[in-house]
């Protein structure tokens, strides 16, 4: 079992659609969890990151993760075609910041 | 450097053959990474430079693969007698500082290694 598991979708949606986008992980030491952005043939870059359990804001997009059931969200509001990237969530490694463990990614198609 | 360069994008490789890949990091990056990312996977880790130090290579697949920091600055992975399953995008990422747990790791745009 991987340590961050997330669909891998395709998921298509129209543009100004609410989109959803999660992830599960299984190791409870776990505090971190970034959620980066990968377009084809470029490589992956950060959008927002969280601590612990609770939410963090940055424009239209909302960071989520909840402890408990050991689940990570990013919802992205208002949708436009250039949000049509690979999302990856991801966490440190227990090594701590310097190996993060990554989901394999989901695939988000917004349509005009 | 505006961003983390490497070098060369694409390489095609018979199976057997050595290859080389090349990372140029942010300039006074101290954190240097090397990942593997197959095809619809997510990245994994290979190994960690700090500086000239390499301080985790769990992730190296096989004593094929050898990775070095010799200035502390640019890195070359080296992947001896390709096989068909090394074949996937090869993800350099460099960081300022390796303790805040804030730091950001900042990707190349990867080498895409096809072993035929």
């Known amino acids: 079992q991987k340590e961050v598991e997330q669909d891998p979708g395709p998921l298509s949606v129209p543009e100004g659609a609410i989109v959803s986008l999660n992830c599960t992980y299984s190791?409870?030491?776990?505090?971190?969890f970034m959620w980066y952005r990968q377009y084809s043939r470029k490589g992956p870059e950060l959008l927002m990151y969280?601590?612990?359990?609770g939410n963090k804001e940055d424009g239209r997009f909302t960071a989520q993760v909840d402890k408990s059931s050991k689940y990570i969200s990013l919802f992205i509001r208002d949708s436009q075609p250039s949000d049509s990237a690979t999302y990856l969530c991801?966490?440190?490694?227990?090594?701590?910041?310097?190996?993060?463990?990554f989901g394999t990614g989901t695939r988000l198609l917004v349509s005009p | 450097g505006a961003g983390v360069s490497q070098s060369p994008r694409y390489k095609v490789a018979k199976r057997g053959q050595d290859v080389a890949l090349r990372c140029d990091p942010i300039?006074?990056?101290?954190?240097l990474f090397w990942y593997q990312q197959a095809l619809g996977q997510g990245p994994e880790f290979l190994t960690y430079?700090?500086?000239?130090?390499?301080?985790?290579k769990s992730g190296l697949p096989s004593d094929r693969f050898f990775a070095e920091r010799p200035e502390g600055s640019v890195s070359t992975l080296k992947i001896q007698r390709t096989q068909q399953e090394d074949s996937a995008v090869y993800l350099c990422?460099?960081?300022?500082?390796?303790?805040?747990?804030?730091?950001?790791?900042?990707f190349g745009p990867g080498t895409r290694l096809t072993v035929l």
């Open positions: 990422a460099s960081s300022l500082i390796t303790t805040d747990p804030l730091d950001t790791q900042y």
């Open positions: 190791n409870s030491a776990f505090q971190y």
């Open positions: 969280t601590y612990s359990s």
């Open positions: 991801a966490s440190e490694g227990d090594t701590g910041f310097q190996k993060l463990v």
């Open positions: 300039s006074g990056h101290v954190s």
């Open positions: 430079f700090q500086n000239e130090a390499q301080l985790d």
